[in-house]
């Protein structure tokens, strides 16, 4: 995520990350001021409530996204992200508008 170009630097966003397949991913993501700070679960330390600031997703949402294929306010109305609406428009602005493509030749 270091090296995607997001927009509005100057306003933060946490992102809250879940992998399944990759424990490793999981975590609090802070997007803002030119830099993303990372948060990672502590060992033993499970929270019982969810997070009340930032936008929840999964990393096949998170992909979908930079990869430029599912747009923030979309998938929040499909029900695959988490947050209030202000951050899930902040995320919308963040992210540029981008054609996603899948080479399959050779």
Known sequence: MR???FLHENESLFLHLEDSHAPWNNGSYLLGK???KVFKEKNGGQCVHP???GVRLNINSLSAI????KRPME???MGYLKGSKLEIELFEKKV???QSSFIDFF
Request: glycine share 10%; proline share 16%; hydrophobic share 40%.
């Open 3 to 5: 090296r995607f170009p």
């Open 34 to 36: 030119g830099e993303i």
């Open 51 to 53: 997070p009340k600031k």
């Open 66 to 69: 930079l990869f430029g294929y």
């Open 75 to 77: 998938l929040f109305e």
């Open 96 to 98: 540029p508008a981008m």
